[in-house]
């Protein structure tokens, strides 16, 4: 599986969009791109994953650059409830299943 | 979506004894579970791969005579930690794959926090 490079935390002010960018420079043609998020205290939420294309969803969009070495999580209106870690994790599809979770970023919404 | 129970939420034993951890699969079946360990300040950590109807994957590191784990049918999977000690410490959390949707999608448990004293 591909390793993955996040930032170790960020702020983002509510209401504001959240970017959070994932480095997985190794990652290979077969690998999607999962991003998972676990609030304090609580088990892990699948938030979105993509291929190659750019997907969105009702929680947040994903953007993945053209050669596929990065993507970025848009939270577009970040509440204080997406205050979490946030972890992106190549996957091979078919693989399996499980997930290999890095250090994440740890998002703060802050008012 | 998806939704993955776990009993209990929290469980302070006596170092010695054996605590049993339940993960359920709500509404729908499940042929693979997924055990995760974490420790304060830490990421989650992979420990086990159970599947139903047969022999848990265990990764390695993770001793299988103490961290039993049985999957007897499709929306329970149990893990028991046997003869535990302080170490043991930790938040337990299991995770399930819905058949229904893509193969990598996983749906976590709320977690166990388990304390030995």
């Known amino acids: 599986d591909a390793k993955t490079t996040q930032p170790p935390s960020m702020d983002c002010a509510e209401g504001r969009a959240a970017n959070l960018p994932c480095n997985h420079s190794?990652?290979?043609?077969?690998?999607?791109v999962y991003w998972y998020r676990q609030i304090h205290s609580q088990g892990p939420q699948y938030i979105i994953h993509g291929l190659k294309n750019n997907e969105t969803n009702e929680m947040a969009s994903l953007i993945i650059t053209e050669d596929r070495k990065s993507s970025t999580l848009i939270l577009p209106h970040a509440t204080l409830r997406d205050t979490a870690v946030y972890y992106c994790i190549p996957i091979y599809s078919g693989n399996t299943g499980k997930l290999i979770f890095g250090q994440g970023t740890t998002l703060q919404v802050k008012p | 979506g998806a939704v993955v129970s776990q009993h209990p939420s929290r469980v302070i034993c006596k170092s010695g004894t054996s605590v049993k951890i339940e993960c359920r699969s709500l509404?729908?079946?499940?042929?693979?579970m997924f055990w995760y360990r974490q420790f304060p300040k830490q990421s989650l950590m992979l420990m086990a791969t159970s599947n139903e109807g047969s022999k848990a994957t265990y990764e390695q590191g993770v001793e299988k005579d103490k961290f039993l784990i049985n999957h007897a049918s499709l929306t329970l999977s149990t893990l028991t930690v046997t003869s535990a000690h302080p170490e043991d410490s930790s938040f337990y959390i299991c995770?399930?794959?819905?058949?229904?949707?893509?193969?990598?999608?996983?749906?976590f448990g709320p977690g166990t926090r388990l304390l030995v004293l």
């Open positions: 995770s399930a794959r819905d058949p229904r949707t893509s193969w990598e999608t996983q749906y």
């Open positions: 190794t990652i290979s043609g077969n690998e999607y």
């Open positions: 509404d729908f079946q499940a042929t693979t």
